[in-house]
């Protein structure tokens, strides 16, 4: 399979998550033959929100502790996580009948989170085992299976994360799980994966530059595009860490560009989550350090077009209503970046994003004027 070299873009699958969140990020639209996948719906059922007397309080406070107690430094023992276990259940077991919450719901929900949670830590897998093994009735059992095959999807292991989910939809058909997480698409597309790596493996016997960005691609693929976005738990650890491999033991590689870029998108993406802006002089730094790295990469466009971006992104969500120092010289470095591109690089698909990105910029303006 030959791998053409990434453009900011081709991005549009892998950050379909960020199309509220981010400024233009060129264009946001599925790649041809990729369907959007519906977006997860958070169940609307959940605890009482005012607890009105002391049984709602005890069972707001005990639940709101097992959800916290997850992101805790000591969460990765076995221990830890078998009491986590046992105190989940028992919780199910005193109030799964009461109108204080919902199993089938949030309650399900915010479980699924947990367990994605603990499934990061290396005892997870033999604990998870070790509690079906002894309660096989369990009220969460759907959710373990589901927790072993995070456990290998998130460490790359994708024909073991194929059988544990499917396990789920075979086996718990009904589960909240299998109809929430665990679509048809999803589970085609993890095959589909999956047999690619077997040929990645297959095809390079000794490590190599090419073979390192295939990896971290295909990687990086599984785990943005094959699941309902950040709700399988966004763990980008091992692409990026093959990335950061390749990076540094070739340097010099045609694909060290492409896998530093992406690391950079990526995160800014995720760090402008909700429209938060704090980070967009960080990654104005880290775009300008890659262009002067990489002097003669094919991302320089994109480079450039995404601190425009982000120096935009710094006044266009702004709630103030009229503009001050700050806002001006934001504008008039977005409005830069944007003729740079434009200049520098007219045949670049980020050219046509530039142009976008200054009709914005003058509908903007018209309308603070």
């Known amino acids: 399979m030959q791998f053409k070299k990434i453009n900011k873009s081709s991005f549009s699958v892998y950050f379909l998550f960020a199309a509220c969140c981010i400024i233009t990020l060129v264009t946001f639209s599925c790649k041809k033959g990729v369907e959007e996948r519906p977006q997860l719906q958070q169940p609307q059922q959940s605890l009482v929100e005012k607890p009105e007397n002391n049984e709602e309080k005890q069972a707001l406070e005990i639940y709101r502790n097992l959800s916290g107690l997850v992101h805790e430094d000591n969460a990765h023992s076995s221990l830890f996580i078998k009491k986590w276990l046992e105190d989940y259940e028992n919780f199910l077991l005193k109030y799964e009948n009461s109108h204080l919450l919902n199993y089938s719901g949030q309650v399900k929900y915010d479980l699924s989170k947990s367990l994605r949670e603990l499934s990061k830590s290396e005892n997870s897998l033999e604990t998870f085992q070790n509690y079906i093994h002894v309660h096989p009735n369990s009220r969460i059992i759907d959710g373990l299976h589901f927790g072993i095959g995070c ?13 544990y989910f499917k396990i789920v939809k ?20 993890l095959e589909k994966n999956a047999e690619e790596l077997k040929l990645i493996q297959n095809s390079y016997q000794k490590q190599s ?3 390192l960005w295939k990896l971290g691609e295909l990687y990086f693929h599984s785990m943005q595009r094959s699941w309902n976005t950040l709700e399988v738990g966004y763990d980008m650890s091992l692409p990026f860490s093959i990335f950061d491999e390749l990076i540094k033991k070739y340097p010099r590689s045609q694909w060290a560009d492409n896998a530093e870029f992406l690391i950079i998108v990526s995160n800014e993406v995720n760090a402008g989550e909700g429209g938060d802006v704090s980070s967009n002089l960080d990654y104005v730094k880290e775009y300008k350090e890659f ?19 982000l120096y935009f992104s710094f006044v266009r969500l702004s709630k103030e209503e009229n503009y001050n120092q700050a806002d001006l010289k934001m504008i008039a470095l977005a409005k830069m970046k944007a003729e740079e591109v434009i200049a520098k690089y007219p045949l670049a698909d980020a050219a046509k994003a530039a142009k976008d990105l200054l009709t914005e910029i003058n509908i903007f303006e018209s309308k603070k004027k």
Not at 170 to 189: G, R
Not at 292 to 306: G, Q, V
């Open 209 to 211: 530059d090419e073979k």
């Open 151 to 163: 456990y290998y999807f998130h460490r790359g292991n994708l024909q073991n994360a194929l059988k």
């Open 291 to 309: 262009i002067k790295k990489y002097p003669k990469s094919e991302l320089i466009p994109d480079a450039l077009l995404s601190i425009g971006q």
């Open 170 to 189: 075979q086996k718990y058909s009904n589960s909240y799980f299998d109809k929430e997480y665990l679509i048809a698409e999803d589970i085609s597309n």
